[in-house]
T-cell receptor, first 120, second 113 residues
Framework: GAVVSQHPSWVICKSGTSVKIECRSLDFQATTMFWYRQFPKQSLMLMATSNEGSKATYEQGVEKDKFLINHASLTLSTLTVTSAHPEDSSFYIC????????????????FGEGSWLTVV | QKEVEQDPGPLSVPEGAIVSLNCTYSNSAFQYFMWYRQYSRKGPELLMYTYSSGNKEDGRFTAQVDKSSKYISLFIRDSQPSDSATYLCAMSEASGGSYIPTFGRGTSLIVHP
């Protein structure tokens, strides 16, 4: 299957600082990437949809100034948690949609390994 | 009513059992159906991908889609302890609509030796 790499896999930061998480599609170009947050034993919560070259579309209740998303290239999207607070501690996961090819019709979504953020 | 319903479990089975995991949905525009496996503290891994109705088999895994009943299933044959994980179903609409997948909340599966 396709590979989506997420970095860092875990990070600890001090309250008030900003943290950047990178999501890369390693073997395909992804025009669309998604950012999720997942609480323990809960399902994925979509935060925003990131489209290459345009502004991200945020889900209701997600602060765009708090969670900055940049999709500067077809293989890279970044999520920056600004002025992080302990309540931002969570598991953040990105995913990327693989374009159509001979094997699939284009709705295949691949996930990164996730990033654990702890704000102290 | 949520768009995608999935029993969170946990579902506990003995090793070697056939496991049946299911999701129901309400949006008749869904055309693409996926199953993901998520181990604890890891990102979801794509297991099966199906377009429209029918069956698809891959090794010990079989995915079934019944669009008339708005019901999808994932069967795991000869289950192993290593299959213990959370299984999420996901689905999205065909072209022209939103490609944003809608996820079930996941079913926790425990396969005990």
């Amino acid at each position: 299957g396709a590979v989506v790499s997420q970095h860092p896999s875990w990070v600890i930061c001090k309250s008030g600082t900003s943290v950047k998480i990178e999501c890369r599609s390693l073997d395909f170009q992804a025009t669309t990437m998604f950012w999720y947050r997942q609480f323990p034993k809960q399902s994925l919560m979509l935060m925003a949809t990131s489209n290459e070259g345009s502004k991200a579309t945020y889900e209701q209740g997600v602060e765009k100034d708090k969670f900055l998303i940049n999709h500067a290239s077809l293989t890279l999207s970044t999520l920056t948690v600004t002025s992080a607070h302990p309540e931002d501690s969570s598991f953040y996961i990105c995913s990327a949609r693989k374009p159509p090819d001979g094997m699939s019709s284009g709705n295949t979504i691949y996930f990164g390994e996730g990033s654990w953020l702890t704000v102290v | 009513q949520k768009e995608v319903e999935q029993d969170p479990g946990p579902l506990s089975v003995p090793e070697g059992a056939i496991v049946s995991l299911n999701c129901t949905y309400s949006n008749s525009a869904f055309q693409y159906f996926m199953w993901y496996r998520q181990y604890s503290r890891k990102g979801p891994e794509l297991l099966m991908y199906t377009y429209s109705s029918g069956n698809k088999e891959d090794g010990r895994f079989t995915a079934q889609v019944d669009k008339s009943s708005k019901y999808i299933s994932l069967f795991i044959r000869d289950s192993q302890p290593s299959d213990s994980a959370t299984y999420l179903c996901a689905m999205s609409e065909a072209s022209g609509g939103s490609y944003i997948p809608t996820f079930g909340r996941g079913t926790s599966l425990i396969v005990h030796p």
